[in-house]
C-alpha cells in the first residue's frame, strides 16, 4: 500500500462536509493505525448501530420560517457555547498528528467550544490548558489508588479546568479485533503521561479456578462508593460519561452528578450494547427535561447533532470526527471540521423551521406527529 500521506496545511477544495473527514483520514494513516483510531471493539457492531440508528431518523420539513432571532447559542454549567458542541476525550493524540493535543486544544480555542481532555492524553494537562484559552474540561478514570484520583483532580483544578467528566463504562476493554487483524500493536511505552507517576497496582495472585478477567483484570475496579467519593472532593461540575441503563442514570443523579453522558463509548466498551440514540430518549423522560444530558457516539455532522438535540441531549461530543480532522490537517482541519458542523447544524434548523434550539423536539422528527 502506498504510504501515508502527510498532514494537510490547506484545506482541499473536496471536504465539503465533516464527514469528509472520516472518509479522508484512511489516506493520513497507516491502515493498523486508522483501525486503531476509527475502529471499535469486538466485531465493531455497536459502532455500526451508532452510525444507522442516526441515519434511520427523518426530520420534518417546514416552510417560511422567520429565521431573524435565531440562536444556536447554549448555557451548559454556567459556560456560554457557540454551539451546543463539545471535542469528546481521546487518548494519545499524537499517534494522529506530530502536535497531537495541542493542536486540538488550540483549534477549540479558536472555536470557542469545550475540549474534553483525556487523561490519557499524550501531553500533560497543565501543557495542554495554555494551547486553549476557550472553555477547557477534562475527563479521568477513577484509579485503583483514591490518591491518585485525587492528584489528577486537584491538578485538573489548578489548571483551570471548568467540568470533570468521569469514564465508568470500562473497566476493562474489549480488542480491537479490526486494528488487531491489520497488525495494530500498542507502542511499547504508551506515553499516557498524565498517568505515568503512578504506578499500576500489583497483580492479585489467583487461586486455583479464579478469572483472569473476573477475579484479576477486575480486582481494582471502581464502585459506587469510588464515585460517591469522588463526588465530595470537588465542587466543579461532575458528570457521569458511559450511560445506557435509565436505572444507572437515576442512581448517578441522586448520587450528585451534575449531568450524564450517553454513551456506548462510541462502541469500544459492550460490543452488543443499544446506540446512543436509540436509548437517549427513554433516559430524557426518565430524568426530566431540566437535568443536563449530552450524548456521543456516531455524530458524523450537524444533521446528526440536529437529530440528537430532537431526541432530548442538551448536547453532543465528537470523537472519531476530531481525530480524522486532526490526521488530515492538524489544528487547521479540527477547527475546519468544528465549523462545518455548526453550519450543518445551522443549515438542518433552518429547513426544519427550529431558529433557536429550544425550538427543537421530538416534533421535529418524522413519523412523530407535527405540533399543529
Not at 476557550?134 to 485538573?156: I, M, N, S, V
Request: overall charge neutral; hydrophobic content about 45%.
Amino acid at each position: 500500500m502506498p504510504n501515508p500521506l502527510p498532514p494537510l496545511d490547506t484545506i482541499p477544495a473536496d471536504l465539503q462536509c465533516a464527514a469528509d473527514y472520516l472518509r479522508r483520514a484512511r489516506h493520513h494513516l497507516p491502515p493498523a493505525l486508522h483501525a486503531q483510531l476509527t475502529g471499535a471493539s469486538g466485531q465493531g457492531r455497536a459502532q455500526r448501530a451508532n452510525r444507522h440508528a442516526w441515519a434511520r431518523l427523518k426530520l420534518w420539513p417546514r416552510l417560511l420560517t422567520p429565521m431573524h432571532n435565531a440562536d444556536t447559542t447554549l448555557s451548559l454549567f454556567g459556560q456560554s457555547l457557540p454551539h451546543p458542541l463539545l471535542l469528546a476525550p481521546v487518548a494519545l493524540q499524537g499517534l494522529a498528528h506530530p502536535e497531537g493535543e495541542h493542536a486540538t486544544a488550540a483549534a477549540a480555542g479558536a472555536m470557542g467550544l469545550p475540549m474534553v481532555v483525556s487523561a490519557m492524553a499524550g501531553e500533560t494537562l497543565e501543557q495542554i490548558a495554555t494551547q486553549n484559552p476557550g472553555p477547557k474540561w477534562f475527563q479521568l478514570y477513577l484509579q485503583a489508588e483514591r490518591a491518585h484520583t485525587l492528584d489528577l483532580l486537584r491538578r485538573a483544578e489548578a489548571s483551570g479546568y471548568q467540568a470533570l467528566v468521569v469514564t465508568l463504562d470500562t473497566p476493562l476493554q474489549p480488542p480491537n479485533l479490526s486494528a488487531i487483524r491489520h497488525g495494530y500493536r500498542a507502542p511499547a511505552q504508551p506515553c499516557a503521561v498524565n498517568l505515568s507517576a503512578y504506578p499500576p497496582p500489583t497483580p492479585r495472585p489467583l487461586r486455583r479456578g479464579q478469572s483472569r478477567i473476573l477475579h484479576g483484570m477486575l480486582s481494582e475496579a471502581p464502585d459506587w462508593a469510588e464515585l460517591a467519593w469522588l463526588r465530595s472532593q470537588t465542587r466543579l461540575p461532575l458528570l457521569a460519561k458511559g450511560v445506557m441503563h435509565p436505572h444507572d442514570a437515576q442512581r448517578l443523579r441522586e448520587l450528585g452528578c451534575d449531568g450524564l453522558v450517553v454513551s456506548n463509548h462510541g462502541g469500544r466498551a459492550l460490543d452488543a450494547a443499544p446506540a446512543s440514540a436509540e436509548v437517549l430518549p427513554a433516559l430524557r423522560q426518565h430524568l426530566g427535561t431540566d437535568y443536563p444530558l449530552l450524548v456521543d457516539g456516531g455524530i458524523d455532522g450537524g444533521e446528526a447533532l440536529f437529530k440528537a438535540l430532537a431526541l432530548g441531549a442538551d448536547a453532543a461530543l465528537v470523537g472519531r470526527l476530531q481525530i480524522a480532522a486532526l490526521a488530515v490537517a492538524g489544528a487547521l482541519g479540527v477547527a475546519h471540521m468544528l465549523r462545518l458542523v455548526s453550519e450543518e447544524l445551522e443549515l438542518t434548523m433552518a429547513l426544519a423551521g427550529t431558529p433557536r434550539l429550544a425550538d427543537i423536539g421530538p416534533h421535529t422528527l418524522y413519523p412523530a406527529s407535527p405540533p399543529c
